[in-house]
């Protein structure tokens, strides 16, 4: 979605015990999160933000969501339904999706068509896919728990490894 003025955008680079988290807000809510990088750079240049976004940096915003999220990478069960995100630059179809995944409990899974049918594409497993890779929410919206129709991993933006960690962590703490 192209917006015509620059939005204002509020950024930190937070140090977990996983990584580095890169999260971004604007004024409807959070807008960027990235899974754990392993430098602050890369947490920053995960996130993806220019020049148009007129970015202000302030770490300690973050403060209380990085100590939930400390405390879902340890394992503990926590809760981000009352987070309020800011969607705005992702696509309708898109948008329904990342909401219906965000609505998959801890511990299950849903399968990329299970979600293409939730939507109304029964044949969109693909465009589901390409939903979850662009996800800019990541754990808020858990897109590690959609995976292959054949019970496999399918994609994680490069980190098949970080996935199979999480579905094994919501596993153990459910």
């Keep these: ?3 015509s003025e620059p939005r204002d955008v509020t950024f930190g680079i937070v140090a977990l015990s996983e990584g580095y988290v890169g999260l971004a807000t604007t004024s409807r809510g959070l807008s960027r999160l990235t899974l ?44 981000f ?3 309020t995100l ?3 630059e992702v696509t309708l179809f898109r948008r329904r999706v990342l909401e219906t995944v965000r609505a998959i409990p801890r511990g299950q899974v849903r399968s990329y068509g299970q979600v ?4 109304g594409r ?3 497993a693909r465009a589901v896919g390409g939903a979850m890779s662009s ?11 959609v995976i292959a129709s054949d019970g496999g991993l399918g994609g994680f933006g490069g980190r098949l490894g970080l996935k199979k960690q999480l579905l094994e962590l919501e596993q153990a703490s459910s």
């Design 1 to 3: 979605m192209i917006e």
């Design 36 to 79: 754990p990088q392993t430098t602050e750079a890369e947490a920053f240049g995960a996130l993806g933000l220019n020049v148009r976004d007129s970015p202000f940096r302030d770490d300690d915003a973050f403060a209380e969501l990085a100590a939930r999220l400390d405390r879902y990478y340890a394992g503990e069960p926590v809760v």
């Design 81 to 83: 339904d009352d987070i």
């Design 86 to 88: 800011d969607l705005s």
């Design 116 to 119: 293409a049918a939730e939507v």
């Design 122 to 124: 029964p044949t969109g």
């Design 135 to 145: 996800n800019p929410v990541c754990v808020v919206v858990p897109c590690h728990r």
